[in-house]
């Protein structure tokens, strides 16, 4: 079946601009998750929703950012004001509950110039 | 203390190798365990799952030592597309949502094998 997807794939945008990415988890599963990762780094943990819980928003680095997930279905992750130290890839993953095994999609790399 | 702490290595082997990888974490409610493993420029990919009763798949084996806090993949007969890094995963302990329910990775274990 159709697995995690992410778009866009790329993105390019100038230091300051308001940047939105988009999760489209596996149907079915409540939990998901979004990370970043920067170049040789290891994956940085932002954001975990589970159902109709209260996300745990204990990763997000700062108030720039912020992200939103429709029921159980399309997550979206908005960085306001982007900053230089904001590049790297933005991976969504999602899982049938909060112990079960994650898909990860493939990623958006985010350049900000 | 890190969370899920493991060796980054580069762990260099032999094709034919046995090799294996430790991880250390420091929730004693955490209730899953996971290895992944992620190839250059690409997503994780999960590699097992880890049980308590330990876990073979093939030429991997993972084990998990709860008093401990451990958990540790051996490779047996490692080929060259073994060649990755290999993330040790645990989620917060507890039940549904809010952070017990979060998968935290370790920074991950590099691995290469060589002709």
């Known amino acids: 079946g159709a697995g995690v997807s992410q778009s866009p794939s790329n993105k390019v945008t100038e230091k300051g601009k308001d940047v939105e990415l988009r999760c489209d988890p596996i149907s079915g599963h409540t939990a998901l998750y979004w990370y970043r990762q920067r170049l040789g780094q290891g994956l940085e943990f932002l954001i975990y929703?589970?159902?109709?819980?209260?996300?745990?928003k204990s990763g997000l680095p700062s108030d720039r950012f912020s992200a939103e997930r429709t029921g159980e279905s399309v997550s979206t992750l908005t960085i306001q004001r982007t900053q230089q130290e904001d590049s790297a890839v933005y991976l969504c993953?999602?899982?049938?509950?909060?112990?079960?095994?994650?898909?990860f999609g493939p990623g958006t790399r985010l350049t900000v110039l | 203390r890190k969370e899920v702490e493991q060796d980054p290595g580069p762990f260099n082997v032999p094709e034919g190798a046995t090799v294996a990888f430790n991880c250390t974490y420091s929730n004693s409610a955490s209730q899953s365990f996971f290895w992944y493993r992620q190839d250059c420029r690409k997503e994780p990919k999960l590699l097992m799952s880890v049980y308590s009763s330990g876990n073979e798949d093939g030429r991997f084996t993972a084990q998990l030592n709860r008093a401990s806090q451990y958990i540790s993949l051996l490779i047996r007969d490692s080929k060259l597309s073994d060649s990755a890094t290999y993330l040790c995963?645990?989620?917060?302990?507890?039940?549904?949502?809010?952070?017990?329910?979060?998968?935290?990775f370790g920074k991950g274990t590099k691995l290469s094998v060589k002709p």
């Open positions: 995963v645990v989620n917060g302990g507890g039940n549904y949502g809010g952070s017990q329910g979060n998968l935290i």
């Open positions: 929703f589970q159902g109709n819980s209260a996300p745990d």
């Open positions: 993953a999602s899982s049938l509950g909060p112990r079960g095994e994650a898909g």
